[in-house]
């Protein structure tokens, strides 16, 4: 049977208020041993959300998984200081191969002024 997790980590937040990727880790291993996780709110560039080397969520968590396949999605990608981006989006990790993946641009309209 495939074992699937799905959780919201608010860009790894704890509740001293900073971010703890090895704390979301960590809780994985009790929750099941999984097959596929699907992460939500995962965030690079914004520095109160660090949690990880450089402040790349997406890679620290990749590097934080050996043996997963990590495939992420960029939902916003903004202006950070300087030349920097800030990006939040989502991560997918199989423990199977993984033969493609699509991203896809939902439509959003031009907003007036």
Known sequence: MLKLITWNIQSGRSLAGGADLERIIACLGRFSDFDVLCLQEVAAGY????GSDGG?????????LPGYTAIGGIATDTAG??????????????RH???????????CRPTRR
């Open 47 to 50: 520095p109160a959300r660090d």
């Open 56 to 64: 790349d969520q997406f890679a620290g968590l990749a590097r934080r």
């Open 97 to 107: 191969p993984v033969l493609q993946a699509f991203r896809h641009s939902l439509p």
């Open 81 to 94: 200081p300087g030349t920097a981006r800030r990006l939040l989006g989502s991560m997918i990790f199989s």
